[in-house]
């Protein structure tokens, strides 16, 4: 499966953004997908999970109630929609793929991760 992140960028604290994750090669709609985000000396920190269907979704602490996780199997696409951003919250974001339908725990993905990855998109907030 190939995936192309979209949408960082820079903003003020406070501000919005959207990303996008275009999936491809694979039935998108089959597996469960993910958004991760490393700053820099930093390891990599999960951020939030879907299931196939949209019916589970799980958040980091850290992004509880700001960030949302939404996808449209028919346009192939997963979406990360980011409110009320923190200078914490810089970072490259990743969309990651699992190989099951459904949600695995968030501890899991915080300790394993997903099994494809696409690359990167920077987000930046100033304060």
């Known amino acids: 499966v190939q995936l192309q992140a979209s949408g960082g960028g820079s903003v003020q604290a406070g501000g919005s953004l959207r990303l996008s994750c275009a999936a491809s090669?694979?039935?998108?709609?089959?597996?469960?997908m993910g958004w991760f985000r490393q700053a820099p000396g930093k390891e990599r920190e999960f951020v939030a999970a879907?299931?196939?269907?949209?019916?589970?979704?799980g958040y980091a602490d850290s992004v509880k109630g700001r960030f949302t996780i939404s996808r449209d199997n028919a346009k192939n696409t997963v979406y990360l929609q980011m409110n009320s951003l923190k200078p914490e919250d810089t970072a490259v974001y990743y969309c990651?793929?699992?190989?099951?339908?459904?949600?695995?725990?968030?501890?899991?993905?915080?300790?394993?991760?997903?099994?494809?990855w696409g690359k990167g998109t920077q987000v930046t907030v100033s304060s």
């Open positions: 879907i299931s196939w269907s949209a019916h589970s979704t």
């Open positions: 990651a793929a699992d190989t099951i339908a459904t949600m695995r725990t968030e501890d899991y993905y915080r300790a394993y991760g997903m099994d494809y």
């Open positions: 090669g694979r039935t998108f709609s089959r597996y469960a």
